[in-house]
């Protein structure tokens, strides 16, 4: 069964430090991965999925991840972060071609002035 | 460009009464529709998705249904709501295929008192 893993419920940064937001996954065969933020009482906005190719993707407001197949692992990353930053992340994790969408548990993440 | 829709923002309903949240999709054709529910503002359940006009999966057995009676429409019903219903409940879309991400609506808070 396919499954995924955010260890941390918050993470906590200072602004203009780098941050990283932790997922890994299980799968069978070669995963589809996404990353989503959600800002309070709002819905999920879509910032990057990894499918094939480049182990790092880039995405949206400056967002990266990098995928790891050995570590099964696809960590969020950006090199400064913002205090506009501070949401609700989550990892998905989907086993193609028709393998149902699975999301972690979402890790909250601080940015401070 | 495609865009979701989602209302009413906010709802409270009393116990027993009957519920209707709409969704409808514009600027695409033949989506794969979805109904979340974000329980305390983290973990994701999916509860229905469709891939065609009549056609519902439902993920979850309870206390509601969902209906597409046109393409770009989804709609999740109750017929008499349950204090457990309350929550965060998310419509997305996606293009058919494995590597398309979801959009998320901005969600309905629905409170059942």
């Known amino acids: 069964a396919q499954s995924v893993a955010q260890p941390e419920d918050q993470v906590n940064v200072a602004e203009g430090n780098p941050l990283t937001v932790k997922c890994t996954y299980s799968?069978?065969?070669?995963?589809?991965l996404f990353w989503y933020v959600q800002y309070p009482n709002r819905g999920l906005q879509f910032l990057l999925k990894y499918i094939t190719g480049d182990n790092l993707v880039k995405g949206s407001y400056g967002f990266e991840a990098e995928f790891n197949k050995s570590q099964t692992s696809f960590h969020l990353k950006k090199p400064s972060a913002l205090v506009s930053d501070s949401a609700l992340y989550f990892c998905?994790?989907?086993?193609?071609?028709?393998?149902?969408?699975?999301f972690g548990q979402g890790t909250t993440l601080q940015v401070k002035p | 460009s495609q865009t979701i829709h989602q209302w009413p923002a906010t709802l409270v309903q009393p116990v027993g009464s009957p519920l209707s949240l709409e969704c409808t999709v514009e600027?695409?054709?033949?989506?794969?529709l979805y109904w979340y529910r974000q329980a305390a503002g983290r973990g994701l359940q999916l509860l229905f998705y469709s891939v065609g006009i009549g056609q519902i999966s439902s993920e979850v057995p309870q206390n509601l249904s969902a209906s597409r009676p046109q393409d770009r429409q989804f709609i999740l019903s109750s017929k008499k709501l349950l204090l457990s219903d309350s929550g965060f409940y998310l419509c997305?879309?996606?293009?058919?295929?494995?590597?398309?991400?979801?959009?998320f609506g901005n969600g309905t808070r629905l409170t059942v008192t």
């Open positions: 997305a879309w996606s293009l058919t295929g494995g590597s398309s991400p979801l959009h």
């Open positions: 600027g695409t054709s033949n989506p794969n």
């Open positions: 998905a994790v989907r086993s193609p071609p028709t393998g149902k969408l699975i």
């Open positions: 799968v069978s065969g070669n995963p589809y």
